[in-house]
């Protein structure tokens, strides 16, 4: 038994048409398919309509996410596959759906092939993975898992003032049921999740799809920088105590300390105080994203430039304090699931990221891997991005095998295409 060849996935061309208009934003040439708004429940439309036409039996679980069955009464746990369909303000066409879409196709590619998997195969659309609505990334996911409150995801308020509850209410979703669900959990062994990539690694190597290793540990850092206001124009430079100096420096500061370590930090978010043309700055208040390839990396950069700043504002006469916000650990995805994939698909590359993912949350609770999909530029989040249709075809092959792989038993396909 064989996969045809990568050319021929023709239901790939279908999906994707009947997905892209769902969304759509035409002045930006974006998408805004927010949890639980018309675009989204036009997505998860969209999803049992495509489960329906395969013969996939299509349930909701408790905390809103898809998942349609391919031979849900097999015996064994299942193979999960998927993404999710939401996306950020404005966002690109395949984060996310790219790995749905490629999830359809691959079982489509499978069923040609006359494969038949041995354990239930499940795909998964999750649900409001962006967190664009009501501010949490993976809250269908961290739901699922325990990782976030039922009591605080129900409460979580949008721009205009609706909750998650209420959301999920009018979409026919009961929200009194949210939360950790072990019973589903357990019924799942593993989880591959497909991504557009979100870097440019893929380029560098000159291949299609790659295979994840980790999620880098990533924080959210408040830097306050204090002076003293005063007049722009009549204040001797020699008299100032400017903190736009200070920030001004450790921004700088930052970059050089970030590529020292082979890390990312980006100053993307300030405040200033009173904020006026012709004056001093009495305070300015700027948020740090710093993300490594490890803990102790991403502790000795924050160390090294905490040092930078304080010693800069002493020469300027400016205070300085530094409060950590958000920390999130390293996600290392399963590392015999990475090794046996990255072994099936022609010893892929394995990249880390410096993404967030539902893979990621689930990490946690059973063994999950990703494969990303080249991104010739590298851009996401953004109208921009874009992934060659060649890829995706590629991508959707990799999946197919991969499942056939993980969910074949002894009937795995050959790999001559
Ligand atoms: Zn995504």
Same mark, same amino acid.
């Given at each position: 038994?064989?996969?045809?060849?990568?050319?021929?996935?023709?239901?790939?061309?279908?999906?994707? $048409?009947?997905?892209?208009?769902?969304?759509? @934003?035409?002045?930006?040439?974006?998408?805004?398919?927010?949890?639980?708004?018309?675009?989204?429940?036009?997505? $998860?439309?969209?999803?049992?309509?495509?489960?329906?036409?395969?013969?996939?039996?299509?349930?909701?679980? $408790?905390?809103?996410?898809?998942?349609?069955?391919?031979?849900?009464?097999?015996?064994?746990?299942?193979?999960?596959?998927?993404? @999710?369909?939401?996306?950020?303000?404005?966002?690109?066409?395949?984060?996310?759906?790219?790995?749905?879409?490629?999830?359809?196709?691959?079982?489509?590619?499978?069923?040609?092939?006359?494969?038949?998997?041995?354990?239930?195969?499940?795909?998964?659309?999750?649900?409001?993975?962006?967190?664009?609505?009501?501010?949490?990334?993976?809250?269908?996911?961290?739901?699922?898992?325990?990782?976030?409150?039922?009591?605080?995801?129900?409460?979580?308020?949008?721009?205009?003032?609706?909750?998650?509850?209420?959301?999920?209410?009018?979409?026919?979703?009961?929200?009194?049921?949210?939360?950790?669900?072990?019973?589903?959990?357990?019924?799942?062994?593993?989880?591959?999740?497909?991504?557009?990539?979100?870097?440019?690694?893929?380029?560098?190597?000159?291949?299609?799809?790659?295979?994840?290793?980790?999620?880098?540990? @990533?924080?959210?850092?408040?830097?306050?920088?204090?002076?003293?206001?005063? @007049?722009?124009?009549?204040?001797?430079?020699?008299? $100032?105590?400017?903190?736009?100096?200070?920030?001004?420096?450790?921004?700088?500061?930052?970059?050089?300390?970030?590529?020292?370590?082979?890390?990312?930090?980006?100053?993307?978010?300030?405040?200033?105080?009173?904020?006026?043309?012709?004056?001093?700055?009495?305070?300015?208040?700027?948020?740090?994203?710093?993300?490594?390839?490890?803990?102790?990396?991403?502790?000795?950069?924050?160390?090294?430039?905490?040092?930078?700043?304080?010693?800069?504002?002493?020469?300027?006469?400016?205070?300085?304090?530094?409060?950590?916000?958000?920390?999130?650990?390293?996600?290392?995805?399963?590392?015999?699931?990475?090794?046996?994939?990255?072994?099936?698909?022609?010893?892929?590359?394995?990249?880390?990221?410096?993404?967030?993912?539902?893979?990621?949350?689930?990490?946690?609770?059973?063994?999950?891997?990703?494969?990303?999909?080249?991104?010739?530029?590298?851009?996401?989040?953004?109208?921009?991005?874009?992934?060659?249709?060649?890829?995706?075809?590629?991508?959707?092959?990799?999946?197919?095998?991969?499942?056939?792989?993980?969910?074949?038993?002894?009937?795995?396909?050959?790999?001559?295409?």
């Amino acid at each position: 038994m064989e996969l045809p060849s990568p050319e021929q996935t023709p239901s790939l061309d279908e999906l994707w $048409r009947s997905l892209l208009p769902l969304g759509f @934003h035409r002045a930006s040439g974006g998408y805004r398919r927010f949890a639980w708004n018309k675009a989204d429940l036009a997505c $998860r439309a969209w999803f049992t309509a495509q489960a329906a036409d395969r013969g996939l039996t299509v349930r909701t679980d $408790r905390n809103g996410n898809q998942w349609a069955w391919w031979g849900e009464r097999l015996p064994g746990k299942a193979l999960a596959i998927g993404s @999710h369909l939401d996306s950020v303000p404005d966002g690109g066409a395949y984060d996310g759906p790219l790995g749905v879409v490629s999830s359809f196709a691959a079982v489509d590619l499978l069923r040609e092939a006359g494969w038949k998997p041995e354990r239930p195969v499940a795909i998964a659309n999750f649900a409001d993975e962006e967190g664009a609505r009501f501010g949490v990334a993976c809250a269908g996911s961290r739901l699922l898992t325990g990782q976030l409150e039922p009591d605080r995801a129900r409460a979580l308020t949008d721009d205009s003032g609706v909750t998650l509850a209420a959301a999920m209410e009018a979409a026919g979703q009961d929200p009194d049921v949210i939360g950790r669900d072990d019973e589903l959990l357990g019924r799942i062994g593993q989880y591959v999740e497909l991504h557009i990539e979100q870097g440019r690694a893929l380029v560098d190597v000159g291949r299609a799809v790659g295979v994840a290793t980790s999620i880098w540990p @990533h924080g959210r850092w408040r830097f306050e920088f204090g002076g003293e206001a005063n @007049h722009a124009g009549t204040t001797r430079l020699e008299d $100032r105590r400017d903190p736009m100096l200070t920030y001004a420096y450790t921004v700088l500061a930052a970059r050089k300390k970030a590529a020292a370590h082979g890390a990312l930090a980006t100053f993307g978010r300030i405040l200033v105080e009173p904020n006026g043309t012709n004056a001093i700055p009495s305070k300015v208040s700027a948020w740090l994203d710093s993300r490594a390839p490890d803990e102790a990396t991403l502790t000795a950069l924050l160390a090294e430039l905490e040092e930078a700043a304080r010693e800069r504002a002493g020469r300027d006469g400016a205070s300085l304090s530094v409060v950590n916000e958000s920390l999130t650990p390293i996600v290392e995805f399963d590392h015999a699931l990475r090794d046996r994939l990255a072994k099936t698909l022609d010893e892929a590359p394995v990249l880390p990221t410096g993404a967030g993912h539902d893979a990621g949350i689930l990490a946690g609770r059973i063994p999950t891997a990703m494969l990303f999909v080249r991104n010739p530029t590298g851009v996401s989040h953004s109208p921009a991005e874009h992934a060659e249709i060649a890829d995706c075809r590629a991508g959707v092959h990799a999946l197919a095998r991969a499942v056939s792989e993980l969910a074949g038993g002894s009937a795995r396909l050959g790999a001559a295409w």
